[in-house]
């Protein structure tokens, strides 16, 4: 257990420096498809109060941390809810399903969560915010191996507070 989270830091750190994506504060860029751009939305309605609010996790296909139109719809959602709540912030959660070594699951879950933070930010959320951490493959959603499990396992998760 010790090794892996001396793993997951020194990956973690490894990829905080040389992992980061230029954005303009005009687009979110595709980080699969670099030059692939969505423009970032204007009119997002204030979301509901912290307290009946329940960001939804979002999924990934096998072995991509590229944000479909499902997840973005999703994160759009979840931008609102920050940028009408101003004392809330959130800590994205990445997570992979079990095929690959720890230390590729380590590094995938970051690419994840970053993917989302990079999202959330290019649409005005506050950087400071919004946190990552990956877990990997540690904290299965379902147990079990097959694709009904391994789908719902690749995936980032919220933590929403105050400080």
Partial sequence: MLVKTVLR???IGTMVLFGSVACTDDEVVDPVQPGVTDP?????????????FVPETVYFGYDQ????GETKAKLKVLAS????NSGDVVQVEGHCDSRGSVEYNIALGQKRA?????YLTDSGV????VSTISFGEEKPAFDGDGESAWSQNRRSEFVLTQP
Avoid: K
């Fill in 65 to 68: 941390y590229s944000l479909t």
């Fill in 9 to 11: 830091i020194t990956l």
């Fill in 40 to 52: 970032i939305p204007t009119d997002i309605p204030p979301g509901p109060s912290s307290a009946d």
């Fill in 114 to 118: 970053e993917a989302v933070r990079r």
């Fill in 126 to 129: 506050d950087p400071s915010r």
């Fill in 81 to 84: 809810h920050l940028q009408g």
